[in-house]
Protein backbone atom coordinates (compact mmCIF):
# COMPACT_ATOMS: atom_id res chain seq x y z
CA UNK A 1 0.00 0.00 0.00
CA UNK A 2 0.68 3.84 0.03
CA UNK A 3 1.17 3.56 3.62
CA UNK A 4 1.92 1.73 7.30
CA UNK A 5 -1.84 0.62 7.51
CA UNK A 6 -2.57 -0.16 11.15
CA UNK A 7 -5.82 -1.43 12.56
CA UNK A 8 -8.00 -1.22 14.86
CA UNK A 9 -7.40 2.43 15.44
CA UNK A 10 -8.71 2.41 18.95
CA UNK A 11 -9.18 -0.51 21.12
CA UNK A 12 -11.23 -0.41 24.29
CA UNK A 13 -10.81 -3.81 26.77
CA UNK A 14 -11.26 -4.94 29.99
CA UNK A 15 -8.24 -6.04 32.02
CA UNK A 16 -7.72 -9.93 31.53
CA UNK A 17 -8.28 -9.56 28.20
CA UNK A 18 -6.15 -10.67 24.98
CA UNK A 19 -5.83 -8.03 22.11
CA UNK A 20 -4.50 -8.42 18.57
CA UNK A 21 -3.08 -5.07 16.68
CA UNK A 22 -2.21 -5.76 13.07
CA UNK A 23 0.37 -3.71 10.80
CA UNK A 24 0.18 -3.64 7.42
CA UNK A 25 3.53 -2.25 5.83
CA UNK A 26 5.14 -0.49 2.92
CA UNK A 27 5.17 -2.93 0.10
CA UNK A 28 8.52 -4.61 -0.07
CA UNK A 29 9.56 -2.89 3.20
CA UNK A 30 11.69 -5.73 4.75
CA UNK A 31 11.72 -3.74 8.33
CA UNK A 32 9.41 -3.16 10.14
CA UNK A 33 8.90 -1.98 13.44
CA UNK A 34 6.69 -2.26 16.94
CA UNK A 35 6.53 1.05 19.24
CA UNK A 36 4.75 2.06 22.08
CA UNK A 37 4.16 5.79 23.35
CA UNK A 38 2.20 6.66 26.67
CA UNK A 39 1.14 10.58 26.75
CA UNK A 40 3.98 12.94 26.81
CA UNK A 41 6.95 10.27 26.33
CA UNK A 42 8.63 9.43 23.26
CA UNK A 43 8.01 6.21 21.52
CA UNK A 44 9.47 3.07 23.37
CA UNK A 45 11.09 0.68 21.11
CA UNK A 46 9.48 -3.25 21.31
CA UNK A 47 10.60 -5.16 18.66
CA UNK A 48 12.05 -5.20 14.98
CA UNK A 49 11.52 -7.82 12.26
CA UNK A 50 14.20 -8.23 9.61
CA UNK A 51 11.99 -10.25 7.17
CA UNK A 52 10.04 -13.10 8.69
CA UNK A 53 12.53 -12.89 11.67
CA UNK A 54 12.53 -11.24 15.15
CA UNK A 55 15.71 -9.14 14.77
CA UNK A 56 15.65 -7.75 18.42
CA UNK A 57 12.97 -8.20 21.00
CA UNK A 58 14.75 -7.03 23.99
CA UNK A 59 12.03 -4.16 24.36
CA UNK A 60 9.29 -6.25 24.70
CA UNK A 61 8.26 -5.59 28.79
CA UNK A 62 7.51 -8.93 29.79
CA UNK A 63 6.07 -12.78 28.04
CA UNK A 64 2.43 -10.85 27.63
CA UNK A 65 4.00 -8.99 25.04
CA UNK A 66 4.63 -11.29 21.92
CA UNK A 67 4.82 -10.06 17.74
CA UNK A 68 4.78 -12.24 14.71
CA UNK A 69 5.19 -11.67 11.30
CA UNK A 70 5.09 -14.88 9.15
CA UNK A 71 4.99 -14.16 5.96
CA UNK A 72 7.59 -11.68 6.04
CA UNK A 73 4.51 -8.83 5.41
CA UNK A 74 1.94 -8.08 7.93
CA UNK A 75 2.60 -8.08 11.19
CA UNK A 76 0.29 -8.83 14.63
CA UNK A 77 1.79 -8.06 18.18
CA UNK A 78 -0.36 -10.23 20.76
CA UNK A 79 -0.75 -8.78 24.03
CA UNK A 80 -2.40 -11.23 26.60
CA UNK A 81 -4.20 -10.38 30.03
CA UNK A 82 -4.01 -6.74 29.53
CA UNK A 83 -3.28 -4.45 32.68
CA UNK A 84 -4.23 -1.06 32.89
CA UNK A 85 -0.91 -0.35 32.43
CA UNK A 86 -0.72 -1.70 28.83
CA UNK A 87 -3.07 1.67 27.86
CA UNK A 88 -0.93 3.47 25.23
CA UNK A 89 -0.71 4.05 21.32
CA UNK A 90 0.86 1.47 19.73
CA UNK A 91 3.08 2.23 16.92
CA UNK A 92 4.26 -0.03 13.94
CA UNK A 93 6.54 1.59 11.09
CA UNK A 94 8.30 -0.34 8.07
CA UNK A 95 11.93 0.99 6.72
CA UNK A 96 12.86 -0.19 3.15
CA UNK A 97 16.53 -1.25 3.82
CA UNK A 98 18.39 -4.28 5.60
CA UNK A 99 21.60 -3.38 7.20
CA UNK A 100 23.86 -1.25 5.37
CA UNK A 101 21.72 -0.27 2.88
CA UNK A 102 20.68 3.40 2.25
CA UNK A 103 17.73 3.06 3.47
CA UNK A 104 17.98 1.08 6.94
CA UNK A 105 16.53 3.29 9.74
CA UNK A 106 14.52 5.43 8.40
CA UNK A 107 11.15 4.87 9.32
CA UNK A 108 7.49 5.65 8.16
CA UNK A 109 5.35 5.88 10.91
CA UNK A 110 1.58 4.40 10.76
CA UNK A 111 -0.92 6.52 12.53
CA UNK A 112 -1.21 4.09 15.70
CA UNK A 113 -3.37 1.68 17.39
CA UNK A 114 -4.83 3.39 20.10
CA UNK A 115 -5.03 0.64 23.01
CA UNK A 116 -6.94 1.62 26.13
CA UNK A 117 -7.56 -0.94 29.42
CA UNK A 118 -10.44 -0.79 31.44
CA UNK B 1 20.94 7.12 32.98
CA UNK B 2 18.69 6.95 29.64
CA UNK B 3 20.30 5.77 26.42
CA UNK B 4 18.28 8.96 24.98
CA UNK B 5 17.98 12.45 26.80
CA UNK B 6 16.34 15.58 25.89
CA UNK B 7 14.74 18.49 27.52
CA UNK B 8 11.43 17.96 27.38
CA UNK B 9 10.93 22.11 26.93
CA UNK B 10 8.32 23.24 26.07
CA UNK B 11 10.78 26.00 24.18
CA UNK B 12 8.08 28.84 23.56
CA UNK B 13 9.65 31.10 20.77
CA UNK B 14 8.12 34.45 18.70
CA UNK B 15 7.71 33.72 14.76
CA UNK B 16 11.34 34.40 13.05
CA UNK B 17 13.66 33.71 16.23
CA UNK B 18 16.75 30.85 16.27
CA UNK B 19 16.26 28.16 18.51
CA UNK B 20 18.78 25.23 19.41
CA UNK B 21 17.44 21.53 20.88
CA UNK B 22 20.40 19.30 22.07
CA UNK B 23 20.08 15.44 22.81
CA UNK B 24 22.51 13.52 24.59
CA UNK B 25 23.12 9.87 24.49
CA UNK B 26 24.52 7.44 26.81
CA UNK B 27 26.28 4.77 24.00
CA UNK B 28 29.11 5.76 22.59
CA UNK B 29 28.79 3.16 19.96
CA UNK B 30 25.78 4.44 18.59
CA UNK B 31 26.08 3.99 14.68
CA UNK B 32 23.09 6.37 13.42
CA UNK B 33 21.24 9.56 13.97
CA UNK B 34 18.46 11.14 13.02
CA UNK B 35 15.49 14.27 13.96
CA UNK B 36 11.74 13.12 13.59
CA UNK B 37 9.19 15.38 14.18
CA UNK B 38 5.38 14.80 15.82
CA UNK B 39 2.55 16.64 15.61
CA UNK B 40 0.44 16.20 18.46
CA UNK B 41 -1.73 13.18 18.12
CA UNK B 42 -0.10 12.51 15.17
CA UNK B 43 2.62 9.44 14.35
CA UNK B 44 6.40 10.69 14.26
CA UNK B 45 7.88 11.74 10.76
CA UNK B 46 11.50 11.73 9.45
CA UNK B 47 12.94 15.50 10.00
CA UNK B 48 16.35 14.83 9.16
CA UNK B 49 19.22 12.61 9.32
CA UNK B 50 22.28 13.37 11.01
CA UNK B 51 25.97 12.96 9.60
CA UNK B 52 29.08 13.38 11.17
CA UNK B 53 30.24 16.46 9.07
CA UNK B 54 26.71 18.05 9.80
CA UNK B 55 23.79 18.77 7.55
CA UNK B 56 21.51 21.36 6.77
CA UNK B 57 18.29 20.75 5.05
CA UNK B 58 16.95 24.74 4.41
CA UNK B 59 15.91 26.41 8.02
CA UNK B 60 17.31 23.26 9.65
CA UNK B 61 20.70 21.98 10.32
CA UNK B 62 21.86 19.16 12.27
CA UNK B 63 24.84 18.54 14.29
CA UNK B 64 26.70 15.35 15.91
CA UNK B 65 29.40 15.39 18.17
CA UNK B 66 30.83 12.10 19.12
CA UNK B 67 33.44 12.93 21.66
CA UNK B 68 30.43 14.93 23.83
CA UNK B 69 27.88 12.29 22.50
CA UNK B 70 25.55 14.85 21.67
CA UNK B 71 23.17 15.97 18.24
CA UNK B 72 22.01 19.32 17.75
CA UNK B 73 18.79 20.87 15.43
CA UNK B 74 19.20 24.48 14.47
CA UNK B 75 16.15 25.56 13.54
CA UNK B 76 16.18 29.54 11.79
CA UNK B 77 13.28 31.67 10.86
CA UNK B 78 10.66 29.96 13.10
CA UNK B 79 7.19 29.59 11.35
CA UNK B 80 4.10 28.72 13.51
CA UNK B 81 3.97 25.64 11.37
CA UNK B 82 7.32 24.54 13.38
CA UNK B 83 5.57 23.71 16.45
CA UNK B 84 5.36 20.35 16.92
CA UNK B 85 7.42 18.03 19.58
CA UNK B 86 11.10 17.42 17.65
CA UNK B 87 12.53 13.57 19.02
CA UNK B 88 15.94 12.67 19.07
CA UNK B 89 16.91 8.86 17.54
CA UNK B 90 19.45 6.97 17.86
CA UNK B 91 20.50 3.54 17.03
CA UNK B 92 22.58 2.22 19.81
CA UNK B 93 24.83 -0.12 18.60
CA UNK B 94 26.59 -1.60 15.49
CA UNK B 95 24.77 -5.31 15.93
CA UNK B 96 20.94 -4.10 15.63
CA UNK B 97 19.27 -1.34 13.82
CA UNK B 98 17.05 -0.59 16.79
CA UNK B 99 16.23 2.78 17.16
CA UNK B 100 15.72 4.44 20.44
CA UNK B 101 13.61 7.56 20.35
CA UNK B 102 14.21 10.60 23.37
CA UNK B 103 11.13 11.53 25.05
CA UNK B 104 10.96 14.92 22.90
CA UNK B 105 11.47 18.44 22.72
CA UNK B 106 8.24 20.32 22.25
CA UNK B 107 8.18 23.81 20.39
CA UNK B 108 5.87 26.11 20.52
CA UNK B 109 6.36 29.03 17.60
CA UNK B 110 3.87 32.09 18.70
CA UNK B 111 2.96 35.26 16.30
Known amino acids: GAGVSQTPSNKVTEKGKYVELRCDPI?????LYWYRQSLGQGPEFLIY????????DSGLPNDRFFAVRPEGSVSTLKIQRTERGDSAVYLC????????????????FGAGSRLTVL | RKEVEQDPGPFNVPEGATVAFNCTYS??????FFWYRQDCRKEPKLLMS???SGNEDGRFTAQLNRASQYISLLIRDSKLSDSATYLC????????????FGTGTRLQVFP
Open chain 2, 50 to 52: VYS
Open chain 1, 27 to 31: SGHTA
Open chain 2, 27 to 32: NSASQS
Open chain 1, 49 to 56: FQGTGAAD
Open chain 2, 89 to 100: VVNPSYNTDKLI
Open chain 1, 93 to 108: ASSSGGRGSSGANVLT
